[in-house]
């Protein structure tokens, strides 16, 4: 996005090229001595005519090149300070605006999106016939997605007591998909 942006500033900048090179933020700390002198040796490097854009372009990549943190935000900020509004809305089309549909459309292609909402309609079912007594809370309900057989109602035998007396405990296994889809 950076690249992109920078192609075209320097496609429109024109002139300006220098008046933005000083207006963008360097870190660590660029001296005006340094940015002077950037500037004056890409000037003595272009003798010919119309070249501003490679100027520019000669410039933004020096600038990124010691602007570490360089970002399009950046850019952007120092097309204000110079007031080119034209560029700003240029680079908001071609590299922001894209970027942000692109976004907007791996949100809505979710592929986990439909068995959320599958699971949470069971669920709530689920519930529901829980509040209103067809199930009891104690019998248990397996869900499975990899299409197992429904597991039969076991018996279980647990220690309730230190005498060890056994008591069979009734353990109720039902399918769930099969159970909320009655």
Do not use: C
């Amino acid at each position: 996005d950076l690249f992109r942006a920078i192609r075209i500033v320097s496609r429109y900048i024109g002139r300006d090229w220098s008046r933005f090179y000083w207006q963008l933020p360097f870190y660590p700390t660029r001296g005006q001595e340094e940015m002077s002198k950037d500037i004056k040796h890409i000037d003595e490097k272009y003798h010919r005519g119309d070249v501003f854009q490679d100027q520019a372009m000669d410039a933004l990549t020096k600038w990124r090149r010691f602007h570490t943190r360089a970002k399009v935000d950046d850019l952007i900020h120092g097309l204000e300070k110079i007031r080119r509004f034209d560029i700003i809305q240029s680079i908001e089309r071609r590299v922001l605006k894209p970027k942000h549909l692109l976004n907007i459309n791996e949100e809505e292609i979710d592929p986990r999106k439909k068995e959320i909402e599958d699971l949470n309609r069971k669920l709530n079912r689920l519930f529901d016939k829980i509040r209103s007594g067809a199930i009891s809370s104690r019998d248990t309900y397996v869900y499975s997605t990899m299409g197992l057989d429904p597991l039969r109602p076991s018996t279980k035998l647990a220690s309730l007591s230190r005498t060890s007396r056994l008591n069979s405990v009734h353990s109720k296994s039902t399918n769930l998909e099969k159970s909320l889809d009655d």
